[in-house]
Structures are given as C-alpha cells and as structure tokens.
C-alpha cells in the first residue's frame, strides 16, 4: 500500500488539531479519558515525513534570521 505525502501531511494536521483541543480542554480543567495512540510507519513514510520536517523546519528558521 502507498500513502501519499498528502495524506501523511493530512494525518499530521489532525493529529496535531485534536491534540490542541486535548490540551485546551486539561487546561479548561475538563476531564479527558486518556487514549492509547499507536502510529506505524514505513521507512518511505518515515523518510517523507523527516523531509517534510525537516523542510518545514529549515523555512521557519530562514523566516526568524
């Protein structure tokens, strides 16, 4: 199976979206049941999503200078 660098980006957007809102919502002092969160990666997978990171890290830091 494929996954495109679209969808990993896609999985990352809402992973990081839902875990705002798991933040926001201890911070509000309401009660979040703790869930189990499991991700596999292939090693073609893994490298996109180092290389978008790593894209993602150097353009932030070359905006900062």
């Known amino acids: 199976m494929s996954i495109s660098g679209y969808q990993i980006a ?3 957007k ?3 979206k839902n875990m705002k809102v798991r933040a926001d919502s ?3 002092g309401l ?3 703790p869930v189990e969160e499991r991700i596999t990666l ?3 997978g893994r490298a996109l ?3 978008k990171i790593r894209k993602y890290t150097a353009e ?3 905006r900062k200078a």
């Open 26 to 28: 201890l911070d509000a």
């Open 31 to 33: 009660h979040v049941s």
């Open 60 to 62: 932030k830091l070359k």
């Open 42 to 44: 292939s090693e073609e």
């Open 10 to 12: 896609t999985v990352i």
């Open 49 to 51: 999503l180092f290389d």
């Open 14 to 16: 809402t992973y990081l």
